[in-house]
């Protein structure tokens, strides 16, 4: 006791401040704690914002997406059946060019055909016709030299 008597109440002193710096660290740890958590519930908001702009501006360019392909749909199918009109309008175009075309050139190939013929006909009927004539001249004078010597 007379230990605790020397020290002129310093003990207790020391004892006191120790418990009013623990109990002010433990109030300073208590603020820090509930800023961390109003931080983090902050934080968490703030993600939570940008999160529903992220899914607002996901959600804007799709529809807009699915506008555009609706309208780019429309279109490629008129350009498609624009296309067979031209297509379908082209080949009857043609068809019809190629039948003229055809028929101009089977007729020019039986006017030919025909003139060709007529000609081999000529040249051949009048060969023929020179032959006869030299055959009968030659038969006459073979006659005439086998009779006119036994006439007389």
């Not at 207790?12 to 660290?25: C, F, P």
């Not at 902050?42 to 309208?71: C, G, Y």
């Amino acid at each position: 006791m007379d230990t605790v008597d020397n020290t002129n109440g310093s003990t207790k002193r020391l004892d006191e401040k120790i418990e009013t710096l623990a109990s002010r660290i433990d109030a300073e740890l208590k603020l820090r704690s509930e800023h961390a958590v109003q931080l983090a519930k902050a934080e968490s908001s703030r993600l939570d914002a940008i999160r529903s702009v992220d899914i607002t501006a996901v959600a804007i360019a799709n529809d807009r997406a699915v506008a555009s392909a609706v309208v780019l749909a429309a279109q490629v199918a008129s350009s498609a059946e624009t296309l067979r009109t031209l297509v379908a309008q082209t080949a009857q175009t043609v068809a019809g060019q190629l039948a003229s075309m055809s028929s101009a050139i089977n007729d020019r190939i039986a006017t030919l055909e025909k003139a060709n013929y007529t000609n081999t006909g000529k040249d051949t009927g009048g060969k023929d016709v020179w032959g006869y004539i030299v055959a009968g001249i030659a038969v006459i004078v073979a006659m005439a030299s086998f009779i006119l010597p036994r006439l007389k």
